[in-house]
Each structure stands twice: as C-alpha cells, then as structure tokens.
C-alpha cells in the first residue's frame, strides 16, 4: 500500500518538523528566561519598550513577517548580504534560503517569532516571586546562582512548562512559513 509513512516527501518534512521542535523549544525556552531575568530589572518605561520590541513579531500577521525576513534573506538585493559584505564579513552575496543555510535560516525565524509571548509570561512569572526570600538567602550569603536556583526557579517551573508547552504546539505549525518563504525547496531540505 502507498501511505504517507512511504512517501519521501512526507518522511523528511516530518524529520525536518521534528529537528526544528527538539532545536528551538529549548533555545525558545533559555532565551526567553535570559531576556526576562535582564529586563525584569529595568525600569518601566524601559521594561515596557523591550517588551513591545519582543512582543511585536507575535501580534504581526505570519504573511508580513515572512515577507521581511524573504526580504531580508534575498541573495541579491537582501539587507543581510549587504551588511555582511559591508562589514567585510563574507565576499559575496549568500543564499540564506539556499540548500545548505535554508534550515537554519527558517529556524531564525521561529525563533524570532517564538520568543515574545514567553518573555512577556516570565517577566510577569518574575513579579510573583517572594522578595523577602531573596532578600533573605542574599542576607545568609547565597550566591546569585544560588538564590535563582533554590528560590526563583521554582516559582518558574510552572511557567516554564507551560512556555514549553506553546512552543512545541507552535514549533509544529511553521508549515505556512516555510510554505510561503521556500516551498519546502530546494530539492526538499526545508
């Protein structure tokens, strides 16, 4: 019988699905936590510009987005390639969505995309945790490591399951965007 289980096709695009939720969940996961932990100490018309920075890829539509980066990406008139080569960083022009670089460019993308709604949920996850225990282990000569791993990261276990949880759901749906940026070319490695 011909099922989808014998299809090439649909075996590497289920590989390829499988990479991108075991690479960027983690990665979604550890940045989000390090950009909060950073922002969460600002003050609040800077905490709030970070968190607008963060949170607009999520409220722009997937369309527009794809539209930028495919612009951004382009290999001869893309804004990546012009500052690489004006930097004196690379000779000449690269094809981001090419064979070889198409894969980690799509998974820039997601995680560009990927990372404002965590931020925004750890940042909140921050306030709620107790000060006076804090203040209390920095007062009895706990390390900063210490208190975020004795104090903190328990308050944000709860919120870090549930950031896995939507970033895996949305790591399983990047279908649209790498339909619209590469049609899953060339010769299927996207």
């Not at 945790?129 to 308050?155: H, M, Y």
């Not at 944000?156 to 549930?162: F, G, I, N, V, W």
Request: with cysteine; glycine share 6%.
């Amino acid at each position: 019988t011909n099922g989808m289980f014998s299809d090439e096709v649909f075996i590497k695009s289920l590989i390829n699905t499988v990479i991108i939720v075991i690479g960027s969940v983690p990665i979604v996961v550890l940045f989000s936590l390090f950009v909060a932990s950073q922002t969460y100490h600002q003050n609040a018309i800077a905490r709030s510009f970070y968190r607008f920075v963060f949170f607009l890829p999520v409220v722009t539509g997937s369309v527009a987005v794809t539209v930028v980066w495919k612009w951004i990406y382009d290999p001869l008139s893309g804004i990546l390639n012009f500052v690489l080569k004006s930097g004196h960083v690379i000779n000449q022009n690269i094809s981001w969505l090419g064979t070889n670089t198409g894969f980690d460019g799509i998974i820039i993308i997601l995680l560009t995309t990927s990372v404002g709604q965590p931020i925004i949920l750890y940042i909140a996850a921050m306030g709620n945790i107790d000060n006076s225990l804090v203040e209390a282990a920095r007062v009895d000569g706990a390390t900063e490591l210490q208190v975020f791993w004795k104090i903190k990261w328990p308050s944000l276990l709860p919120t870090t399951l549930y950031i896995a949880i939507i970033t895996t759901i949305n790591s399983f749906q990047c279908f649209a965007l790498i339909q619209l940026l590469t049609s899953g070319g060339p010769n299927y490695s996207t």
